[in-house]
Antibody, heavy 127, light 107 residues
């Protein structure tokens, strides 16, 4: 049973960098066709996909955040991380790390949904 | 970017009734790229449906998904108090997006 757990500071000052780490247990972040994803939820609002790092190490980001986001992985620790630069109050949100698993059959890749999710961690941007 | 519009905003129903939630996309979404999630207060979302109609592991068969093209639905039969939650649809596309959510209240 794959489980994910977010960790990192709960308070970040404006203009600084938000840094979070997700520790994966019960499975490997190098497993075929798994994409390790960050999603955030502003207080009382809906969900926003931030980006992923794939099992091969390739990354893809939400175009609206691309200039500020970096997602990386440490395979020796089975962790992946999020860095968001130049934060403002608008980046205050609950941040979730999530597995996006896909199935490849005869070259056709089919998503299996975002599952499982970490518990989430609230990051507040404030001076 | 494909936008997803969910309706209604809130659905208030009694136990035992059927809930039908709508998700409309701004452009055609392949069925394999449409998922549904349930989120209860203070919890992370939980995957209910992927590929428009495939139930995730552990999801009861009174929950079902359907639709195609730009119109998708999530149906919950025989509503139970535990079904009280916000439900989100989600599409993959070139950049995944979520709908704004439908809140289901059990009277």
């Amino acid at each position: 049973q794959v489980q994910l757990q977010e960790s990192g500071p709960g308070l970040v000052k404006p203009s600084q960098t938000l840094s979070l780490t997700c520790t994966v247990s019960g499975g490997s972040i190098t497993s075929d066709n798994d994409y390790w994803t960050w999603i955030r939820q502003h207080p009382g609002k809906g969900l926003e996909w931030i980006g992923f790092i794939s099992y091969t190490g390739s990354t893809y980001y939400n175009p609206s955040l691309k200039s500020r986001v970096t997602i990386s992985a440490d395979t020796s620790k089975n962790q992946f991380s999020l860095k968001l630069d130049s934060v403002t109050a608008a980046d205050t949100a609950v941040y979730y790390c999530v597995r996006d698993s896909r199935t490849s059959i005869s070259g056709v890749v089919t998503p299996n949904g975002f599952d499982p999710w970490g518990l989430g961690t609230l990051v507040t941007v404030s001076s | 970017e494909i936008e997803l519009t969910q309706s209604p905003d809130t659905l208030s129903l009694s136990p035992g009734e059927r809930a039908t939630l709508s998700c409309r996309a701004s452009r055609t979404v392949k069925n394999i790229y449409l998922s549904w999630y349930q989120q209860k207060p203070g919890q992370a979302p939980r995957l209910l449906i992927y590929g428009a109609s495939n139930r995730a592991s552990g999801i009861p068969d009174r929950i079902s998904g359907g639709g195609s093209g730009t119109d998708f639905t999530l149906s919950i039969n025989r509503l139970e108090p535990e079904d009280s939650a916000v439900y989100y649809c989600q599409q993959y596309g070139s950049s995944p997006t979520f709908g704004g959510g439908t809140k289901v209240e059990i009277k």
